[in-house]
């Protein structure tokens, strides 16, 4: 019998951007955290300050992120999205508002007829969000 993985943690590769893309995240979700954080240095293959490695969760959510070395030709896609499910009209209004800044809105929040209030967007680092009201 073949060993089950030990944890699956979505992981966010950026191109110089992890560190504004975390400050938006922690300011956006009140229960954000930046768990660990740190910084390429100096003589890093990394530019000196963008991040190497950092963990922070989202409601309890755990997730990975760094800034890439090597610039890639690729980028995040909407087909891979972070689904949120939000308690209050206000909740998923001030998030979508915040996400979609800078960003672009491929869903207006409204009935989908799937869901009675739900919008999608892309935030200005190309994230995709799913916002579903619970």
Not at 21 to 29: E, N, V
Not at 41 to 51: I, L, S
Not at 56 to 73: K, L, M, N
């Amino acid at each position: 019998m073949t060993a089950m993985a030990k944890q699956v943690i979505p992981f966010l590769m950026f191109q110089g951007d992890a560190g504004p893309a975390l400050d938006l995240y922690t300011s956006l979700f009140a229960d954000a955290r930046v768990v660990d954080l740190t910084r390429w240095g100096a003589d890093g293959p990394g530019a000196e300050g963008t991040v190497q490695s950092a963990t922070f969760t989202i409601a309890g959510q755990e997730f990975r992120c760094f800034d890439s070395p090597p610039v890639h030709d690729f980028t995040f896609t909407p087909s891979f999205s972070i689904w949120v499910e939000t308690a209050s009209e206000e909740e998923q209004e001030r998030l979508f508002a915040g996400l979609s800044e800078g960003g672009a809105v491929l869903m207006e929040l409204g009935d989908h007829g799937f869901s009675r209030r739900f919008g999608w967007v892309n935030d200005r680092f190309g994230v995709s969000w799913q916002l579903n009201l619970a």
